[in-house]
């Protein structure tokens, strides 16, 4: 879920960038204060991005039935609650 979640998080922000970069090679700034929060803006999207993909790598990865027999609690093994 949390997968499906940043996946589309993450081509909203690239398909963002993309317009934002596009704009600055197109010349849309007008100073160079313009040209500044852009480039901060295209920054902070790629960062974005970036804590995305490390949100995903970091998610809990999901446990294997035991092989062996062990104390049930609900669905799961006692050892799983800890």
Known sequence: MIQDFVRVLREKIR?????YADDLA????R???EYQKLC???Q???LASDLGKT????RPKKRKPHSY???QV???CVSCLM
């Open 31 to 33: 100073n160079f204060e």
């Open 40 to 42: 901060g803006t295209i």
């Open 69 to 71: 027999p062990t104390p």
């Open 15 to 19: 398909t963002d960038m993309n317009n």
């Open 44 to 46: 902070g999207l790629a």
């Open 74 to 76: 609900g669905n799961c």
């Open 26 to 29: 197109g010349g849309a700034c």
């Open 55 to 58: 949100l995903v790598k970091m």
